[in-house]
């Protein structure tokens, strides 16, 4: 069974920053597009940033370009998104999922973890 589990978030101070890990197991990460999908209470689901496969290609949603950086380590079966400038908006629930193509469909899904920033 595929699994994807999201580690690295907590509180911190805006302006401050984080890093997020989605390690994989059971499957290779490598063949998948990877996104990090946020959800803020009563707001619908956003796509942040997304990470294609070999060569790899990033995008980004503009709330977050300049600010969050996507990367994988392919050795570790591991995605992460460096947030960097945290504002009290990027407060969210992070998913990390698996896509065939960034833009399209997410399909696996890991179980999220909560960012907030707050002073």
């Known amino acids: 069974q595929v699994q994807l589990v999201e580690s690295g978030g907590g509180l911190v101070q805006p302006g401050g920053s984080l890093r997020l890990s989605c390690e994989a197991s059971?499957?290779?990460?490598?063949?998948?597009?990877i996104g990090w999908v946020r959800q803020a209470p009563g707001k619908e689901r956003e796509g942040v940033a997304c990470?294609?496969?070999?060569?790899?290609?990033?995008s980004y949603a503009d709330s977050v370009k300049g600010r969050f950086t996507i990367s994988r380590n392919n050795r570790k079966n591991t995605v992460y998104l460096q947030m960097n400038n945290l504002k009290p908006e990027d407060t969210a629930v992070y998913y990390c999922?698996?896509?065939?193509?960034?833009?399209?469909?997410?399909?696996?899904w890991g179980q999220g973890t909560q960012v907030t920033v707050s002073s």
């Open positions: 999922a698996t896509t065939p193509q960034c833009g399209g469909l997410y399909t696996y």
């Open positions: 059971r499957f290779a990460l490598d063949y998948y597009a």
């Open positions: 990470i294609s496969g070999s060569p790899a290609s990033t």
